[in-house]
Protein backbone atom coordinates (compact mmCIF):
# COMPACT_ATOMS: atom_id res chain seq x y z
CA UNK A 1 0.00 0.00 0.00
CA UNK A 2 1.25 3.48 -0.73
CA UNK A 3 0.03 6.63 0.99
CA UNK A 4 0.48 9.91 -0.34
CA UNK A 5 0.33 13.52 1.24
CA UNK A 6 0.31 16.34 -0.97
CA UNK A 7 1.28 20.22 0.11
CA UNK A 8 1.72 23.58 -1.49
CA UNK A 9 -1.84 25.21 -2.78
CA UNK A 10 -2.93 27.99 -1.95
CA UNK A 11 -4.57 31.05 -3.17
CA UNK A 12 -2.08 33.22 -6.02
CA UNK A 13 -2.70 35.84 -8.88
CA UNK A 14 -2.72 35.15 -12.30
CA UNK A 15 0.84 35.05 -13.80
CA UNK A 16 2.32 33.65 -10.06
CA UNK A 17 4.22 30.02 -9.46
CA UNK A 18 3.46 27.66 -7.41
CA UNK A 19 5.54 24.50 -6.04
CA UNK A 20 2.96 20.88 -5.57
CA UNK A 21 4.84 18.80 -3.56
CA UNK A 22 3.88 14.54 -2.60
CA UNK A 23 5.45 12.59 -0.78
CA UNK A 24 4.90 8.76 -0.32
CA UNK A 25 5.54 6.73 1.81
CA UNK A 26 4.93 2.71 2.21
CA UNK A 27 6.46 1.65 -1.05
CA UNK A 28 9.47 1.61 -2.76
CA UNK A 29 8.97 5.12 -4.04
CA UNK A 30 12.06 5.11 -6.58
CA UNK A 31 10.18 1.97 -8.65
CA UNK A 32 6.86 4.07 -8.68
CA UNK A 33 5.33 6.15 -11.78
CA UNK A 34 4.42 9.52 -10.40
CA UNK A 35 1.99 11.88 -11.92
CA UNK A 36 -0.13 14.86 -11.17
CA UNK A 37 -4.00 15.22 -12.13
CA UNK A 38 -6.55 17.88 -11.11
CA UNK A 39 -9.82 18.43 -10.99
CA UNK A 40 -12.59 21.82 -11.73
CA UNK A 41 -15.24 21.97 -10.42
CA UNK A 42 -18.32 20.93 -12.33
CA UNK A 43 -15.23 18.99 -14.29
CA UNK A 44 -13.85 15.80 -14.60
CA UNK A 45 -10.35 15.08 -13.62
CA UNK A 46 -7.45 15.71 -15.89
CA UNK A 47 -4.41 14.69 -16.44
CA UNK A 48 -2.12 17.10 -15.85
CA UNK A 49 2.10 15.85 -15.35
CA UNK A 50 4.03 12.73 -15.22
CA UNK A 51 7.10 10.84 -14.21
CA UNK A 52 8.88 7.45 -14.80
CA UNK A 53 10.63 5.72 -12.62
CA UNK A 54 12.66 4.02 -15.13
CA UNK A 55 13.88 6.40 -16.71
CA UNK A 56 12.29 10.31 -15.43
CA UNK A 57 10.68 10.30 -19.16
CA UNK A 58 8.26 13.67 -18.26
CA UNK A 59 4.40 13.85 -19.58
CA UNK A 60 2.13 16.87 -19.69
CA UNK A 61 -1.02 17.85 -20.92
CA UNK A 62 -1.03 19.83 -23.87
CA UNK A 63 -2.94 22.78 -21.52
CA UNK A 64 0.40 22.89 -19.01
CA UNK A 65 3.32 22.52 -21.68
CA UNK A 66 5.71 24.82 -20.98
CA UNK A 67 4.69 26.47 -17.57
CA UNK A 68 4.81 23.00 -15.27
CA UNK A 69 7.37 20.71 -14.49
CA UNK A 70 7.21 17.79 -12.60
CA UNK A 71 10.33 16.33 -10.95
CA UNK A 72 11.10 13.80 -8.29
CA UNK A 73 13.58 13.48 -5.28
CA UNK A 74 13.70 9.57 -4.69
CA UNK A 75 15.92 10.32 -1.70
CA UNK A 76 13.00 12.30 -0.34
CA UNK A 77 10.12 9.88 -1.75
CA UNK A 78 8.79 13.58 -2.83
CA UNK A 79 7.51 14.11 -6.11
CA UNK A 80 6.97 18.31 -7.08
CA UNK A 81 5.01 19.82 -9.67
CA UNK A 82 6.38 23.39 -10.09
CA UNK A 83 3.70 25.73 -11.70
CA UNK A 84 4.64 29.11 -13.34
CA UNK A 85 2.46 31.23 -15.52
CA UNK A 86 -0.89 30.43 -13.24
CA UNK A 87 -4.18 31.08 -15.02
CA UNK A 88 -7.47 30.97 -13.67
CA UNK A 89 -8.39 28.01 -15.42
CA UNK A 90 -5.89 26.29 -13.53
CA UNK A 91 -7.64 26.23 -10.99
CA UNK A 92 -8.49 23.14 -9.55
CA UNK A 93 -8.15 20.23 -6.78
CA UNK A 94 -4.72 18.66 -7.69
CA UNK A 95 -3.89 15.19 -7.04
CA UNK A 96 -1.30 13.15 -6.63
CA UNK A 97 -1.39 9.77 -7.97
CA UNK A 98 1.45 6.79 -7.92
CA UNK A 99 1.20 3.51 -9.93
CA UNK A 100 3.69 1.10 -10.42
CA UNK A 101 2.74 0.57 -14.41
CA UNK A 102 3.56 3.11 -17.28
CA UNK A 103 -0.05 3.18 -18.61
CA UNK A 104 -2.97 5.20 -20.41
CA UNK A 105 -3.54 8.25 -18.68
CA UNK A 106 -7.21 7.63 -18.89
CA UNK A 107 -6.57 4.52 -17.18
CA UNK A 108 -3.36 5.77 -14.90
CA UNK A 109 -3.04 6.00 -10.88
CA UNK A 110 -3.53 2.86 -8.67
CA UNK A 111 -2.69 5.53 -5.67
CA UNK A 112 -4.19 8.52 -4.94
CA UNK A 113 -3.51 11.61 -2.43
CA UNK A 114 -6.27 13.85 -0.91
CA UNK A 115 -5.86 16.62 -2.84
CA UNK A 116 -4.53 20.43 -2.50
CA UNK A 117 -6.56 23.04 -3.51
CA UNK A 118 -4.55 26.14 -6.08
CA UNK A 119 -7.01 28.69 -6.44
CA UNK A 120 -6.22 31.44 -9.35
CA UNK A 121 -8.97 34.66 -9.13
CA UNK A 122 -9.69 35.90 -12.57
Known amino acids: QVQLVESGGGLVQAGDSLRLSCTASGSAFSLLNMGWFRQAPGKEREFVAR????????DYADAVKGRFTISRDNQKSTVYLQMNGLRPEDTAVYYC???????????????WGQGTQVTVPS
Open 51 to 58: IRWADSFT
Open 97 to 111: AADPRWRPTSGWGAY
